[in-house]
């Protein structure tokens, strides 16, 4: 069973810096898909960032310049770097994998930031 532990979310100011960390168990990520979502009060989750295969990394719009995805194969970890949040990035985030045709999700983690 493939097991997501994330970590790092809480209470910043805008124009600050948070880490995300999560922790995959039993995953490759040179042979899958893993990636962040985020979702706000009221709004539909959405689509942040993903690295395919360990290489090619993708940015929403509204985060790209700003956050950095990247993964650590040595502790399978996967890392949302995210600079100069803006109070409109406040939300649940969420990691996951694609393996295969299913997707795994992390548990969830609050980013708060305040103007």
């Known amino acids: 069973q493939v097991q997501l532990v994330e970590s790092g979310g809480g209470l910043v100011q805008a124009g600050e810096s948070l880490r995300l960390s999560c922790t995959v168990s039993?995953?490759?990520?040179?042979?899958?898909?893993v990636g962040w979502h985020r979702q706000a009060p009221g709004k539909q989750r959405e689509w942040v960032a993903n690295i395919i295969r360990g290489t090619n990394t993708n940015y929403a719009d509204s985060v790209k310049g700003r956050f950095t995805t990247s993964t650590d194969n040595t502790n399978n970890t996967l890392y949302l770097q995210m600079n100069s949040l803006k109070p409109e990035d406040t939300a649940v985030y969420y990691c996951?994998?694609?393996?295969?045709?299913?997707?795994?999700w992390g548990q969830g983690t609050q980013v708060t930031v305040s103007s």
């Open positions: 996951w994998i694609r393996i295969g045709v299913n997707t795994y």
């Open positions: 039993r995953a490759d990520f040179s042979r899958n898909i």
